[in-house]
């Protein structure tokens, strides 16, 4: 089993920036694909951003050119830089590893983008 622990979230004003990272223990997480979701209040979990194991990363179109996704192996972490926030980035951002059919979550990171 896989444990995956986020940390980084806060509050931040329109156009701020928050870094967020996600650790992982009980598992190396090189070969994985690690994710990002967003879960707006009273919304569904929604994928964001995305890094396989061989680096190559995706996001969704609503933080291209905003957000950054990266990881460390030998720190078994990943990190989601986040610029430009705006109100609607608000949320809680969960961490996922996944490799077939192994699939681990975080607990998850609010996030909360407001003046």
């Known amino acids: 089993q896989a444990q995956l622990v986020e940390s980084g979230g806060g509050r931040a004003q329109p156009g701020g920036s928050l870094l967020l990272t996600c650790t992982g223990s009980g598992k190396r997480l090189n070969p994985y694909t690690m994710r990002w979701y967003h879960q707006a209040p009273g919304k569904q979990r929604e994928w964001v951003a995305e890094i396989s194991g061989g680096m190559m990363p995706r996001y969704v179109d609503s933080v291209k050119g905003r957000f950054i996704i990266s990881r460390d192996n030998p720190k078994n972490m990943v990190s989601l830089q986040m610029n430009n926030l705006k109100p609607e980035d608000t949320g809680v951002y969960f961490c996922?590893?996944?490799?077939?059919?192994?699939?681990?979550w975080g607990q998850g990171t609010q996030v909360t983008v407001s003046s």
């Open positions: 996922q590893a996944e490799l077939g059919a192994n699939i681990y």
